[in-house]
């Protein structure tokens, strides 16, 4: 199905123009009369430990094969990566929905977002706590939203925060869930973890200010503080990091692109901090061909959120899309209006991750036959991001743990990786 990149330095075919007959390198036959559609997903772009990869790897199966489920029923893309995106979700091991990072006081508060590619619609919830899949309530928004005004003229609300987000889903049928059920062993282990080390970062602090201040100056006292500091060096050492957003895209079997992100947020966050996963054409992006886009392009972004609403990465990754060569465009993407954007000017460790896919529609030479090109990709800054991807042909999904190369620093690096998958239906 795929062609498959390795690394930044690698070429790929990219597709060819919008409406031409010529199937991209290496790409499978269509295959008459079956479904279409494909999905892409993320399990965040971090860290992920090599004793964990087979839970990683196997979460981003179940979140692929429940869009396609979704997708061989008839469903359109909104759907499907909806459904992809609750597995995710529901899995213990991501930081979304259960088992999402807790913030300064120990509670859980998530950003969720969608938009749908076909209408150009959105929904979106912020510092949401209380429900257990935040991108239902991002879901129903945009649901509500295409239905129209609401009574007096109103305008229908697309993103919510806090408590009118919770009280608004209720209020639509969604399900409250107290924060405690949504905390799990992980986290809350996690949770004590970081908070110890915030205090003794704190008592560091304390200790060094002590010193120039001449409070404190024998040998005893600056032994103090070396103990102190190696006893943060292990908790660092120890720490396994976190993963971040994660996210879902998807094209249906008419062409129609949706794209989706959730994300408990940066741990120890101060309460009522949104991030990224939650701002428009920061966290997701879709949107369908047009006179002046020939392709239909989806993102969906992972990482530091401060640093991806900073450069509005995902917009940024969509329009990088329109260009002749894919690879080539989100390289340069990566690099110029992330890495070395110059809203990021003071950052001099730039951490984030994308999954992108463009796709467009051709005849070949049998008038009963259309083809779905879709070029997919994803690139990231941090040490490792986890995707997985499948199409309404395929009897199982692929997974990759993508790392940086030996050598390459974090928040400085990028790797960049992906394929090319040719889908065909008999048409109507």
């Known amino acids: ?249 998807v094209v249906d079997q008419e062409g129609n692109v949706a794209a989706a992100v959730s994300s408990g947020g940066l741990a120890m966050k101060h309460p009522g901090r949104v991030g990224q996963a939650a701002l428009f054409g920061c966290g997701c992006w879709a949107q369908n061909s047009c006179n002046a886009n020939p392709y239909s392009t989806a993102v969906s972004t992972s990482g530091c959120g401060e640093h991806l609403m900073r450069t509005m990465l995902a917009r940024e990754c969509s329009s990088a899309l329109q260009a002749e060569d894919a690879h080539q465009a989100l390289l340069e993407t990566m690099q110029n209006k992330f890495i070395s954007s110059s809203f990021l000017a003071g950052e001099d460790c730039v951490l984030g991750g994308v999954i992108v896919l463009r796709c467009c529609r051709c005849v070949e030479t049998s008038p009963d036959i259309q083809e779905l090109l879709v070029e997919f990709l994803w690139s990231h800054t941090t040490e490792s991001m986890c995707v997985g991807y499948m199409s309404a042909q395929d009897s199982k999904a692929k997974t990759h743990i993508s790392r940086l190369p030996p050598g390459a620093v974090a928040g400085q690096s990028l790797a960049i990786e992906g394929g090319v998958c040719r889908l065909g239906s008999k048409s109507d």
């Open 1 to 249: 199905m795929e062609n498959t990149l390795s690394s930044a330095e690698g070429r790929q075919d990219s597709l060819p123009p919008a409406n031409s007959g010529s199937p991209p390198h290496n790409s499978i036959p269509s295959a008459e009369g079956k479904a279409v559609g494909f999905v892409l997903v993320h399990a965040g772009a971090g860290y992920h430990s090599e004793s964990k990869a087979k839970e990683y790897k196997h979460v981003c199966k179940r979140a692929c094969q429940k869009a396609v489920d979704r997708l061989k029923a008839g469903a359109q893309a909104v759907e499907a990566v909806t459904a992809a995106l609750i597995e995710l979700e529901d899995s213990p091991f991501t930081n979304a929905g259960m088992g999402s990072n807790l913030n300064l006081l120990g509670e859980i508060e998530c950003d969720a977002s969608i938009m749908d590619g076909k209408t150009l619609h959105y929904g979106a919830v912020g510092a949401l706590s209380g429900i257990k899949n935040p991108v239902l309530v991002a879901r129903t928004l945009l649901s509500e939203a295409q239905k129209g005004k609401l009574s007096a003229g109103r305008i229908p609300p697309c993103f919510l925060v806090g408590k009118g987000a919770q009280q608004w889903a209720e209020s639509h049928g969604i399900p409250p869930c107290p924060s405690e059920k949504m905390a799990t062993k992980f986290s809350m282990s996690a949770y004590k973890r970081n908070k110890r080390k915030m205090e003794l970062a704190e008592k560091v602090e304390t200790e060094r200010c002590q010193v120039k201040r001449g409070r404190q100056s024998n040998d005893s006292d600056l032994g103090s503080l070396g103990e102190v500091k190696g006893m943060v060096a292990d908790e660092e050492e120890n720490d396994s990091a976190c993963l971040d957003t994660v996210g879902v895209i």
